[in-house]
């Protein structure tokens, strides 16, 4: 089945919410997107508030305190919030990967060793009890009675706290006060029951993954997951066998091939692009979900202004399912910088966006727009 890539681009704006039906709840967003990522908190709150029916944040925090969802290092070892059923899946298939049992990995950070008296630590400690970083590095400490673990524990990014997760042992905890905690998953989530094996958990997240982001590569998804490092086997073997049962159907986007949840041929088939603009912010999934080396959303040479250095994801303007420049907040308003090349972008679209955003954040809706 041949698509053209302004029918995926529609499609894709329908899928995530960026067209004419919002959601209702944030709950909606996260398992529409397959999870968003949560590195910077107000990012994850303001990439859930521009997809709802009534903007606003606050909705990640309050679907947190009622538990509906879960935030952990899951995709690229980044903080997610994820559904929970979904965060188990997701986890499954980075834990399959074993990176940290690469020698690369163990040299730069930790031993297999290390990692699995970490392991054998927290599963004593944590179920029940919610514990902040120190408190939960003096007890691992106390446990093990390895003191040479001390400076790895100290990480504020938490490294050798990731592949705990990703094996379903940690999870973020409620916050106390400023400071982080860290629970189990099992303690968090009524009803959690562990991690799915790798291949259920695949059926699951590839056609989730492939309903807001398709049609994809194989490539493609490797990378959103776990930047390419799946076993190249396995993962041949969940696309193939998905192929199989039918779930996931190969189709050409301009001629290139990728695959689609076969329940949505129908509804790429029928899209239609329409006008429209976005402001999306930081970090925002429409970016991260195909990846930022993806030629057919962001040019080459203009990927240096989203993909930026630290790891950050510049907010952007998305025009008719389009990347065409980026915006960032100022001390009055917001600056819009839209790209030379790009089909012109209508000022009241740009101007109804900064109203959008205005509301969301509480500032300025002043509107300065520049050509780069």
């Keep these: 089945m041949e698509f053209s890539l302004e029918q995926v681009l529609a499609w894709r704006m329908e899928r995530q919410f960026l067209a004419a039906v919002a959601a209702e709840s944030a709950v909606a967003v996260v398992g529409r997107l397959c999870g968003v990522q949560a590195q910077v908190a107000s990012a994850a709150e303001h990439a859930v508030a521009v997809r709802l029916a009534a903007p606003a944040t606050g909705a990640v925090e309050a679907a947190l305190e009622r538990r509906e969802l879960i935030k952990v290092w899951a995709m690229r070892g980044t903080l997610h919030l994820l559904t929970v059923t979904d965060a188990a899946s997701c986890l499954s298939l980075m834990a399959d990967a074993r990176t ?19 392991a054998d630590a927290v599963r004593e400690i944590l179920p029940g009890r919610a514990l902040t970083r120190e408190q939960l590095a003096a007890e691992i400490l106390q446990t093990t009675r390895d003191d040479s673990l001390g400076e ?30 860290f629970t189990s998953p099992a303690t968090w989530a009524d009803g959690w029951t562990g991690l799915p094996a790798p291949d259920p958990a695949a059926a699951r997240i590839i056609p989730a ?7 994809a590569t194989m490539e493609a998804f490797d990378q959103w997951l776990i930047r390419g490092a799946s076993r190249r086997a396995s993962l041949r073997r969940w696309f193939a066998d998905l192929s199989r049962s039918g779930d996931i159907t190969e189709v050409s986007v301009d001629g290139q091939a990728a695959f689609a949840r076969t329940a949505d041929l129908d509804d790429i088939a029928a899209a239609v692009p329409v006008p429209g603009t976005r402001l999306l912010p930081a970090f925002d999934q429409f970016v991260l979900g195909p990846g930022t080396r993806d030629e057919r959303l962001i040019a080459p040479h203009r990927r240096a202004l989203i993909s930026r250095t630290g790891g950050w994801i510049s907010p952007v303007v998305v025009d008719r399912g389009r990347i065409a420049g980026t915006w960032e907040p100022t001390g009055d308003g917001l600056t819009v910088s839209l790209f030379a090349e790009a089909e012109p972008v209508p000022h009241d679209s740009l101007a109804g966006e900064a109203n959008r955003i205005a509301k969301i954040t509480g500032g300025s809706a002043t509107l300065r727009v520049a050509t780069v």
């Design 209 to 215: 993954y492939l309903g807001a982001f398709g049609p």
């Design 100 to 118: 940290w049992e690469k020698g690369a990995w163990q040299r730069t950070f930790a031993t297999t060793g290390q990692i699995d008296a970490i």
């Design 152 to 181: 790895l524990l100290g990480s504020g990014w938490g490294t050798v706290l990731k592949p705990l997760a990703w094996q379903g042992l940690v999870c973020h905890g409620p916050t106390d006060g400023n400071r982080v905690t």
